[in-house]
Nanobody, 121 residues
């Protein structure tokens, strides 16, 4: 079992930056691939970024490539999403997720409760 708690969301102006954190409980965090997803208002949840257990593989949605960076610190049981050059269309609830299998779909077994990111124009 893994429990995930996101933090770091908030209101930011377009062009600004935010760093999201996702703290995981459990001693097996380092075995899991981690993903970030988001759900814009009125839309379905979509993939943002993912990272494997050893940080040797990362994936990004085309819409965030070059602006967002996913990273993890296994010693701290935490995964991060550094978001830069934010746009109003990045406004969404952001979720972190964990699964043994790295991927870009919503197959992940464990999910956090989400953190709101709002980008004003």
């Amino acid at each position: 079992q893994v429990q995930l708690v996101e933090s770091g969301g908030g209101l930011v102006q377009a062009g600004g930056s935010l760093r999201l954190s996702c703290a995981a409980s459990g001693r097996t965090f380092s075995r899991y691939a981690m993903g970030w997803f988001r759900q814009p208002p009125g839309k379905e949840r979509e993939f943002v970024a993912a990272i494997n257990w050893s940080s040797t593989s990362t994936y990004y949605a085309d819409s965030v490539k070059g602006r967002f960076t996913i990273s993890r610190d296994n010693a701290k049981n935490t995964v991060y999403l550094q978001m830069s050059s934010l746009k109003p269309e990045d406004t969404a609830i952001y979720y972190c997720a964990a699964d043994y299998r790295l991927g870009v779909t919503t197959h992940y077994d464990y999910w956090g409760q989400g953190t709101q990111v709002t980008v004003s124009s």
